[in-house]
């Protein structure tokens, strides 16, 4: 088992910046590869970046690239989402996701390990 935990969601201003922390544990815990998805009020939950262990890799939803930047700590078993220049339609429940093994993938079900969600809203 992986327990992620997430961090760092607020309210904040069109244009703002926030930075979500994910912080893994458990006996299971070993070079997953990791990402973030967000789910907005009556939509689908969607894919916005995710992360290899070796940290080298990454994949982006096309609505984040270029504002978004994901990285991660292995040395702190953490990771993070860099969210620059906000806009309203980023409002979601962002959650952290952990997968089985050191892989990524746009689609949620293969991520086995996820948190509770962090608030992300943004007003304009």
């Known amino acids: 088992q992986v327990q992620v935990v997430e961090s760092g969601g607020g309210l904040v201003q069109a244009g703002g910046s926030l930075r979500l922390s994910c912080a893994a544990s458990?006996?299971?815990?070993?070079?997953?590869?990791m990402g973030w998805f967000r789910q907005a009020p009556g939509k689908e939950r969607e894919f916005v970046a995710a992360?290899?262990?070796?940290?080298?890799?990454?994949n982006y939803a096309e609505s984040v690239k270029g504002r978004f930047s994901i990285s991660r700590d292995n040395a702190k078993n953490t990771m993070y989402l860099q969210m620059n220049t906000l806009k309203p339609e980023d409002t979601a429940v962002y959650f952290c996701?952990?997968?089985?093994?050191?892989?990524?993938?746009?689609?949620?079900?293969?991520?086995?390990?996820w948190g509770q969600g962090t608030q992300v809203t943004v007003s304009s």
């Open positions: 996701a952990a997968a089985y093994s050191d892989y990524i993938s746009t689609t949620s079900r293969l991520f086995p390990y």
């Open positions: 992360i290899r262990w070796s940290g080298g890799a990454t």
């Open positions: 458990g006996p299971s815990l070993n070079k997953n590869g």
